[in-house]
């Protein structure tokens, strides 16, 4: 009997304990740093952020996703841990569409079209479009739009810029792109999916599973023990990165990588992806004639992945069958440049000389380069545009 009781009294403490963690997660969600927050979130909320939010980007006939005009300092975030202030103009009454740039009131030398990588996930100031303005005093108009490929970026060239007939067109390429003009092909009935998408991953099941999408505490756990957040639900690829690294002088970064959508939409042995590069073709044929039509010149950015520019700590751990399909819609845009005649600064290199001297180029947990890393870039453009024979940057005193 007496052991019964005392077997009785620390299953109590043991229970009352776990209650009193649990309830402590579930208060201090929100204060909890990193991985630890993003996990008692989840558990707790059914969201990773910190603060409630509007995203800035609403779907798009023509364009798939499209910012809305007339924002002010609105709080955006890339990831969990990634958050920006975004503000929007209309570049004229009735465009319907918001751009991440100041209104038009001077003359117009280049133009950016691009993704999320062209609008940037950063302050606007840090961002390598203004960057590279400053750096070689070219004004600039950042005509981006998040989530888009380069159908959507063909027809903002259209719309936007050939009123502005700007002497230079920067067209920002990364390698989800061909997978973005399928799936807003897919979003206007243009094209049946294609019926292989590759499936996502089921839900687990179980006390485990229960445990990990209801109890913060829990949660909070296996994500120190696991070193990366277990519970965001499956559908949300973009948040889970299987794989981390600690890199840099005293290892003071860290790189959570080899997430499954991006090893889906860059991948180019999927018909998806296969679908998407016809049309992007025909989108950069259009655009270049266009171009040339005014007068204008066109070049193109190619931004690599972070598994790419980071290979020697990314390969060993994903193996390099993954980093060749990350490399797969990049080198197929390469391609894409040699058969089309366009002139393309491929970053890898750059980024990748960077990156092998210890510094953080991208953000710890989402796709995007980290205000460093768009330095990085626009210095390095900046030096590749002065080498090119561009009108635009001829005319600079």
Same mark, same amino acid.
């Given at each position: =009997? *007496? /052991?019964?009781? #005392?077997?009785?009294?620390?299953?109590?403490?043991?229970?009352?304990? !776990?209650?009193?963690?649990?309830?402590?997660?579930?208060?201090?969600?929100?204060?909890?740093?990193?991985? =630890?927050?993003? /996990?008692?979130?989840?558990? @707790?909320?059914?969201?990773?952020?910190?603060?409630?939010?509007?995203?800035?980007?609403?779907?798009?006939?023509?364009?798939?996703?499209?910012?809305?005009?007339?924002?002010? %300092?609105?709080?955006?975030?890339?990831?969990?841990?990634?958050?920006? *202030?975004?503000?929007? &103009?209309?570049?004229? $009454?009735?465009?319907?569409?918001?751009?991440?740039?100041?209104?038009?009131?001077?003359?117009?030398?280049?133009?950016?079209?691009?993704?999320?990588?062209?609008?940037?996930? @950063?302050?606007?100031?840090?961002?390598?479009?203004? &960057?590279?303005?400053?750096?070689?005093?070219?004004?600039?108009?950042?005509?981006?739009?998040?989530?888009?490929?380069?159908?959507?970026? /063909? +027809?903002?060239?259209?719309?936007?810029?050939?009123?502005?007939?700007?002497?230079?067109?920067?067209?920002?390429?990364?390698?989800? %792109?061909?997978?973005?003009?399928?799936?807003?092909?897919?979003?206007?009935?243009? =094209?049946?999916?294609? %019926?292989?998408?590759?499936?996502?991953?089921?839900?687990?099941?179980?006390?485990?599973?229960?445990?990990?999408?209801?109890?913060?505490?829990?949660?909070?756990?296996?994500?120190?023990?696991?070193?990366?957040?277990?519970?965001? $639900?499956?559908?949300?690829?973009?948040? &889970?990165?299987?794989?981390?690294?600690?890199?840099?002088?005293?290892?003071?970064?860290?790189?959570?990588?080899?997430?499954?959508?991006?090893?889906?939409?860059?991948?180019?042995?999927?018909?998806?992806?296969?679908?998407?590069?016809?049309?992007?073709?025909?989108?950069?044929?259009?655009?270049?004639?266009?171009?040339?039509?005014?007068?204008?010149?066109?070049?193109?950015?190619? #931004?690599? @992945?972070?598994?790419?520019?980071?290979?020697?700590? @990314?390969?060993?751990?994903?193996?390099?069958?993954?980093?060749?399909?990350? !490399?797969?819609?990049?080198?197929?845009?390469?391609?894409?440049?040699?058969?089309?005649?366009?002139?393309?600064?491929?970053?890898?290199?750059?980024?990748?000389?960077?990156?092998?001297?210890?510094? !953080?180029?991208?953000?710890?947990?989402?796709?995007?380069?980290?205000?460093?890393?768009? *330095?990085?870039?626009?210095?390095?453009?900046?030096?590749?545009?002065?080498?090119?024979?561009? +009108?635009?940057?001829?005319?600079?005193?």
């Amino acid at each position: =009997m *007496r /052991a019964l009781k #005392i077997a009785a009294f620390f299953a109590f403490n043991a229970l009352l304990s !776990a209650l009193l963690f649990e309830v402590g997660a579930r208060l201090l969600a929100n204060q909890l740093p990193g991985l =630890m927050g993003q /996990a008692a979130r989840w558990a @707790t909320y059914g969201t990773p952020y910190a603060e409630s939010w509007t995203p800035a980007w609403v779907q798009n006939r023509d364009h798939y996703w499209a910012l809305r005009p007339g924002l002010q %300092d609105a709080l955006q975030y890339g990831s969990p841990s990634v958050a920006f *202030r975004l503000s929007t &103009v209309e570049l004229w $009454p009735g465009g319907g569409i918001g751009f991440r740039t100041r209104p038009i009131d001077f003359f117009v030398d280049g133009v950016v079209v691009g993704d999320s990588f062209g609008l940037c996930f @950063t302050e606007q100031m840090d961002c390598w479009v203004d &960057v590279l303005g400053q750096r070689l005093g070219l004004r600039l108009v950042n005509l981006s739009q998040p989530v888009t490929g380069s159908q959507s970026h /063909a +027809r903002i060239l259209r719309d936007f810029a050939e009123p502005l007939r700007a002497p230079l067109v920067i067209w920002q390429f990364f390698g989800n %792109d061909f997978n973005d003009d399928y799936g807003l092909a897919v979003f206007r009935k243009d =094209m049946l999916p294609i %019926d292989d998408e590759a499936a996502s991953a089921a839900e687990e099941a179980g006390l485990r599973a229960w445990l990990r999408r209801h109890s913060a505490a829990w949660a909070v756990i296996e994500t120190i023990l696991a070193g990366r957040v277990v519970n965001a $639900p499956a559908g949300e690829a973009l948040f &889970v990165k299987p794989y981390s690294v600690r890199y840099g002088p005293n290892r003071e970064h860290v790189l959570h990588f080899g997430g499954q959508y991006e090893l889906q939409a860059l991948d180019m042995s999927r018909p998806q992806n296969q679908a998407g590069l016809k049309l992007s073709r025909a989108a950069f044929e259009e655009a270049r004639n266009r171009v040339e039509a005014w007068g204008g010149q066109m070049v193109v950015v190619l #931004i690599p @992945t972070r598994e790419e520019v980071y290979a020697p700590l @990314t390969a060993p751990i994903l193996g390099q069958q993954a980093i060749d399909q990350l !490399a797969s819609a990049r080198l197929a845009m390469l391609s894409l440049c040699e058969a089309l005649a366009l002139r393309c600064y491929d970053a890898l290199p750059d980024l990748r000389q960077a990156a092998d001297e210890g510094v !953080a180029l991208y953000y710890s947990d989402d796709m995007h380069l980290n205000p460093l890393g768009n *330095r990085v870039l626009a210095e390095n453009l900046a030096l590749w545009l002065e080498g090119l024979d561009l +009108r635009a940057l001829a005319a600079l005193p």
